[in-house]
């Protein structure tokens, strides 16, 4: 009986541990999904809604340019069913894990399905792709359309909802679109010159109409010299500007020589306030979600240069 009993109960528990392993999203189970970043992670939670569980890798503060992913993110992205990042080489440290990831998973660049004619360059690199698309929400729209064909293709039995809500968020930018234009407008012409720590805001410029300076390239991983600060504090002092904005996922230093080489020349420049460049606000917070975040750069912004 012993015999019996161990050839027949052994082999049914190994079948139900691969049925289990084997077994996805399966009806009213959620998709667990993975995401670089928090603006990312921020579509996929308004496509997804109730039947998609998100986890974002990199926290409130985090530059995904330097950022090396930890042993729980490989788990995070082993255990998921869809991962989304941005491409461009935002996320630089990540490339080759993205590519194995490929293999075995759907992996979605969102970045990557921008027309290449509506991406702008390093001019330094003009290979390179600036990867900030989140700031000209005409382009993050495909961002959102990139997480929805993923969403739909994991889970197709929601598809309608998904396509309904992917809508419905589209109109909120739509919005979110014009309220920066008409706020932008309101500053005086000669003052619309955003300078941050790096080159995170060209597509912003140009969508928005500001000129914009970096101190450092589009990746913080470039360096900066005495030659790029006194190009940022002639141009602030011929244009009369008077704010210059730290970022939240970069350290102040770079912009602090910048407030210093401006009052070297008898031009006295205050930090106008901290934005959200490569990074997002706290969860919970309105900062923490990209409608919040965007919003509160404009306001920032606007309140500084006027």
Partial sequence: ????????????LLLIGCQSEDAGAGEGEKIEAVATIAQIAD???NVGGEHVEVKNLMGPGTDPHLY????????????????????????????????????EKPTYAVAETVPEDLLASDPENPEVY????????????????????????????????YQNNAIAYKEELDELHTYAKDSISEIPEESRVLVTA??????FGEAYGLEVLGLQGLSTESEYG??????????LTERNVKAVFVESSVSEKSINAVTEGAA??????EIGGELFSDAMGPE?????????????????????LN
Avoid: C
């Fill in 1 to 12: 009986m012993k015999r019996i009993f161990t050839l027949i109960f052994i082999p049914a």
């Fill in 43 to 45: 579509i996929v939670e």
């Fill in 68 to 103: 090396k992913p930890v042993s729980s993110d490989i788990d995070a992205m082993e255990e998921a069913d869809i991962i989304f990042y941005n491409g461009h080489h935002l996320e630089g440290q990540m490339n080759e894990i993205f590519g194995k990831m490929n293999e």
């Fill in 130 to 161: 600036d990867p900030h698309i989140w700031f000209d929400i005409e382009l993050w729209k495909y961002a959102v359309d990139s997480v929805t064909e993923g969403l739909i293709e994991a889970d197709p039995d929601n598809e309608e909802e």
């Fill in 198 to 203: 790096h080159d995170a805001f060209q597509y």
């Fill in 226 to 235: 005495v030659n790029d600060i006194e190009r940022i504090t002639e141009t």
């Fill in 264 to 269: 070297e020349k008898g031009h006295e420049v």
């Fill in 284 to 304: 919970d917070t309105e900062e923490g979600t990209y409608i919040g975040m965007f919003r509160h750069n404009i306001d920032t912004i606007v309140e500084a």
